[in-house]
């Protein structure tokens, strides 16, 4: 597998962070349909402090032998691959979060369509190992469920699964939103804020949460785990489904994700240690962040299109979303018998 950084560099509307020559099994003299043009799929990957996408799909070597070349950007986050996306900066994204179509499409000009939307979800991996999102608190806080928290400061980052699973959760309970104090602000803003006392919470992963479970005499009050799966979205966009060759690729590209699922899957020991070595975490969380990890892509369903529906709903009650979302628009399940072969 040819493996080369070809570039990094910043561009204000639709930036890529970084490109990364993934695969390169397409031989210049292409195929009956595309004559002699090499097919290149331009695919966005998130890669935050806690992520090692980028380096399973490496040391899988699932994408070895693809008939394309495959150009991967790392993004800080899911508004830079969407914004990417939008400009037709990249083809597709593998690990797209939850939030961010319902975003995309709810803070857009005019609600999308089947026909206007700019990229559609192809895929849905779903984790069912993974604990999710935790609500943590300190030991000595005397915090014991979530109705003890109303009166009292939460704090997450606006527009983000956590703040659907603490608004969703509340509801469940029985309890007004409007009871606690929502303190909005970004991630790394948000576990400062909680650390130095600032806020009574702090709702995040549980990936994020275990270091201050181990370091700050915190414990966790509650996990979204049975409550809302937090899908991540293989997502491409319009054009690049148009396009006869290259919506065959996208196929390809999904059969070979779900065959990195299978290596994770088979190989923790390994993943765990990226995580240890990459992403800095201790080795008891390491081993855990791998277990949870493992997943595998499902149909695009019904269950799925009414978990994104009510985070949808959700964001337009609270005002994160401009206007309402009918999140089928967002879907195409052209791949749904591809997945249903692989599982």
Known sequence: MRLAVTTRRRVAAAVLAGVTLLAGGCSSSGDSAGGDRELVLRVGIQNSGNSVGLQTLEASGVLEDAPYRVEIAEFDGANAAVEALNA????????????????????SAQPWTAESAPFKIIGAVDRPNDEGIAVVVRKDSGIDSLADLTGRKVSFAKGTANHYFFVSQAKREGIDPAQ??????????????????????????????????????????????????????????????????????????????????????????????LYETVAGQPAADAKLSAAEGVGSFVPLDQRVFDTQQAQADIFYEQGVAAHPVDVRNQFDTRYNDLVETSR
């Open 88 to 107: 037709g900066a990249i083809d597709a994204d593998i690990a797209l979060n939850s939030a961010a179509p319902v975003l995309a499409d709810g803070n």
């Open 180 to 273: 606690f104090e929502l303190v909005t602000i970004p991630l790394t803003e948000a576990r400062s804020a909680y650390i130095g006392g600032a806020v009574d919470a702090l709702v995040t992963s549980v990936i994020n949460a275990r270091p201050l479970v181990s370091d700050n005499d915190s414990k966790i009050l509650l996990t979204s785990k049975g409550q809302f799966t937090n899908y991540q979205f293989l997502v491409a966009t319009k054009a690049a489904l148009g396009d006869e060759r290259t919506s065959e690729a996208l196929g390809d590209l999904l059969s070979r994700l779900e065959k990195l699922n299978e290596w994770e899957a088979d190989n923790l020991d390994k993943v765990a240690e």
